[in-house]
């Protein structure tokens, strides 16, 4: 009698799963309510660790080919993807930037704001973890030169040089505040210098935050395990989805965080409960990667105006039902796009949503693993972004108005 091992039955599962997804150009969603089609494969986006699309709908895709425990530099990028008549389909890619271990992602304006790993040209090894910006003034779609380090050493380098990145520091998201919001891993960092030469060492995982500028680096919110995102109302309410360990297993808890808050990993959990702010909710087991708070009018209502949260580990885009409750929120966790091995999603300014999906590149990357899916409502049309730099000081004012955040 043949024997198979469910690894292998998983693995070929995947792997025919993923073909059929290209080979269809309109394969079956999950709600019906949206029309999801491929964007980018692994040809163009092998191992998508993070993407940012920005507000007039260059996609952004940060390329790593060293995944969250390989060790060689050199196989990392930044590469932007353009639908040049807005149809859906992508018509031109180009690399934008080379780094390694890319992990976040901020697409504004003619800067990119990118979280990366980096190397020593010494030694070779991992050397830390920067917080840099990018700029294309001359809009051709590269980077105009060398990065510009907004926060240096933000990264436990003893543990990513012996272990890896899977839980050093993740993604970025800009708030409302003009804030850059930095998740943090419980590798945690030691002496972490801004731009204006402020340290900072944060001992297990939070939420730090930074201004655009590099300037006033500060911890937001302490105490959690493997945090990968956040998703940021546009009231300014921080949510995540993260990985924990209680000694039982990899539980999930999605929490509401708030400035100063202590969550009480890993010193305070178990028996100091009254001494932290809980989380919302555990819901098992799981692997939290990218956040995003949904707000955008030409989504359906019952889609609009929440936190979606992408899990890894489920292969599954998750939204959080959250209703106000006193200071904080109960919340409803819902099943909504199913996406193997999802790392990340963004919105652009028309209601265009992007997703990534590692879809089995392992924990080393592969250069035939992964790819980009763009979601949009039924009957959905293109609203081009306005101009910005043109815009009078009366139309900037009604623009703040939108309901687009």
Known sequence: ????????????????????????????????????????????????????VAATGEVFVGVDMIGSLGKDPGKGRILKLIDKDNDGKMDQHIEFAT????????????????????????????????????EDK???????????????NLSNTKYIQERGTDHATNGIRLGIDGWIYISVGDFGFHNAVDRSGKKLTMLGGGIVRVRPDGTEMEVYS???????????????NVFTRENTNDGGGWNVRFSHFVQTGEYGYPVLFQH?????????????????????????????????????????????LYIHRVTPDGPTFTQKEEEFIKLPQITDLDVDGSGR???????????SGSPSKG???????????????????????????????????
């Open 1 to 52: 009698m043949i024997k198979f091992s469910l690894s292998l039955i998983y693995s070929i599962i995947l792997f025919l799963g993923a073909k059929v997804f290209f080979e269809k150009p309109q394969p079956k969603v999950d709600p019906a309510e949206l029309v999801i089609t491929p964007f980018a494969g692994p040809e163009v986006t092998p191992s998508p660790a993070c993407l940012a």
């Open 99 to 134: 780094v390694d271990n890319p992990r976040g992602i901020i697409a504004q304006g003619k800067q990119v704001f990118v979280l990366h790993t980096t190397f020593s040209k010494e030694s070779g090894k991992a050397s830390g973890m920067d917080l840099v910006v990018f």
């Open 138 to 152: 001359d809009g051709d779609g590269k980077a105009d030169g060398p990065s510009k380090p907004l926060i240096e």
């Open 222 to 236: 302490h105490g959690t395990r493997n945090v990968y995102d956040v998703a940021i109302d546009p009231y300014m």
């Open 272 to 316: 100091f409960t009254d001494e932290i702010l809980p989380a919302l909710v555990d819901v098992g087991g799981g692997s939290g990667t990218g956040a995003l708070y949904m707000s955008e009018p030409t989504w359906p209502e019952k889609y609009n105006n929440v936190p979606m949260m992408a899990d890894w580990g489920r292969s599954m």
């Open 353 to 363: 949503l992007y997703l990534s999906a590692w879809d089995g590149a392992g924990y």
């Open 371 to 405: 790819y980009v899916v763009r979601a949009v409502p039924n009957n959905w049309t293109y609203k081009a972004f306005p101009n910005l730099a043109k815009a009078s000081v009366k139309q900037l004012a009604e623009l703040l108005k939108s309901e687009s955040a």
